[in-house]
């Protein structure tokens, strides 16, 4: 166990006592994509206790491009990715406890995921669950490290409740405007996500093992534009609905995306969280990177991966060919964004 572990014991900052704090801590991973991927390969390999990946999705060749735990042989046995990951994961490290959870996290079930961990690392694509995380890091006092990466940018920043500011100091989450760029449509490039990713692993590392030296900025960078920033924060918002006034609105269902069957229809609506006014032209220039799309004054039809969507101003859509909820879920924040 000392020898696997080693080259990060020398680290002063580790040392014995480090390890053995990340060995007897867990750690609760929420999605498993570009940044997923690269943050359970850095916990896993350097000894987290336990390491729970949450995921709901399944694993497609476009993923291969940035998603380092999978290859293809995943994809012919239609592997979802938690499962994928856990089996790969458990080659590298069979000290530990690898749990891969097929999963839609969302506000019924976030709580009972985050029993007893240590630290939620978000590996997730879509504002909703981040403040979702938000909300139960709040209220359990766990801290959470934020990543989100897209085009040829990420972002990451470290919340440790009550005592940095937390997302929604910084992100107000009432409106929903779904402007919010996907991968789907805005495109990714590989090192966004793997240095987003690499810096949560990081953060992860200095919470688990005591630091002091936890990052207390949004960390912000562009590879392509050659651009690294730090921007820091004046304390927390006083008039933050969540750390500010104890008002969890994400954990208690107020915003959630929701999602039903068609009766008969073989289709599922989706109705996104809050007050959304879409701009049909603004969404059909985006979208048209990622299939087909038409529109009229009442509605959008898109067509891609072999599915239609149809899409209504207020944000509401519906999902034909399917009566799978979830994957209709994930659909839409695919590509509409959430
Ligand atoms: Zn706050």
Redesign the pocket.
Known sequence: MIDRYSRQMIIPEIGVEGQRRISNSSALLIGCGALGTVIASALVRAGVGTVKIADRDFIEYHNLQRQILFDEDDIRENLPKAIAAERHLKKVNSEIVVQGIVSDVNYANIEDLVQGVDIILDGTDNLETRFLI?DVS?KLKIPWVYGGAIDTVGMTMTIIPYET??????IPGETFSAKGLTCETAGVISPAPWITASLQAAEALKILTGSSKINRDLIDFDVWGNRFKQLKFNG??SD?????HNRFEFLDGKFSTRTTQLCGQNSVQVLAPGKIALSFEALAERLRAAGKVEYNEFMLRFFADSREMMIFRDGRAIVKDTDDEIYAKTFYTKYVGA
């Open positions: 938000n709040l500011p937390c997302f929604r100091c910084i927390r918002n933050c609905p969540a750390c500010g």
